[in-house]
T-cell receptor
Framework: IAGITQAPTSQILAAGRRMTLRCTQD?????MYWYRQDLGLGLRLIHY???????GKGEVPDGYSVSRANTDDFPLTLASAVPSQTSVYFC?????????????FGPGTRLTVL | GQNIDQPTEMTATEGAIVQINCTYQ??????LFWYQQHAGEAPTFLSY????GLEEKGRFSSFLSRSKGYSYLLLKELQMKDSASYLC??????????FGAGTTVTVRA
């Protein structure tokens, strides 16, 4: 059982390019999340999805979009990358959005935008 | 808005006890989580508190006081493998997590 996977592991991207970070979970979790982690700032929520077919904006959604066509996949797209989007991106999932359900995190994608 | 504060760094000796404090001011509260994150790795779940009091789980314990907006994570019998960042996260009215910046704990031999 893989749990939650992300691809690519790392990427260097030229500013202005489009990039999609992939996230897949095989735990049949309803809720999925995208965070970015920057030094000194901690994890910040970009977008989330409480169930397949629905998405919502987190704390820092600008410049990012997501889709949730099915339960397993939750891709994050940067339409036109900028250097301030250089960060480590973590995808996470939980059984459901409510209560004390722990979030399981993927291994992360280290993105550098030049 | 959310405001979650925890110390940036702590150092302790192998076998000792360390207490990591977390204070929060958030719009709504549906529980507080602690996660552990080793350098270069993903965060992993340690504990969840929604009621006041102490939750003990092996060498790790977590405490919550909702009236004071305060929690702590207690690590006992420290081991070298406990060197990591410890993240405090509060679940808001919509069950979304807001994270503190994390506390880096270094365990010395």
């Amino acid at each position: 059982i893989a749990g939650i996977t992300q691809a690519p592991t790392s990427q260097i991207l030229a500013a202005g390019r489009r990039m999609t970070l992939r996230c897949t979970q095989d735990m049949r979790h309803n809720a999925m999340y995208w965070y970015r982690q920057d030094l000194g700032l901690g994890l910040r929520l970009i977008h989330y999805s409480n169930t397949a077919g629905t998405t919502g904006k987190g704390e820092v959604p600008d410049g990012y979009s997501v889709s949730r066509a099915n339960t397993d996949d939750f891709p994050l797209t940067l339409a036109s990358a900028v250097p301030s989007q250089t960060s480590v991106y973590f995808c996470a999932s939980s059984v459901s959005a409510g209560g004390g359900n722990e979030q399981f995190f993927g291994p992360g994608t280290r993105l550098t935008v030049l | 808005g959310q405001n979650i504060d925890q110390p940036t760094e702590m150092t302790a000796t192998e076998g000792a006890i360390v207490q990591i404090n977390c204070t929060y001011q958030t719009s709504g509260f549906n529980g507080l989580f602690w996660y552990q994150q080793h350098a270069g790795e993903a965060p992993t779940f340690l504990s969840y508190n929604v009621l006041d009091g102490l939750e003990e789980k092996g060498r790790f314990s977590s405490f919550l006081s909702r009236s004071k907006g305060y929690s702590y994570l207690l690590l006992k019998e420290l081991q070298m493998k406990d060197s990591a960042s410890y993240l405090c996260a509060v679940s808001d009215n919509d069950y979304k997590l807001s994270f503190g910046a994390g506390t880096t704990v270094t365990v010395r031999a």
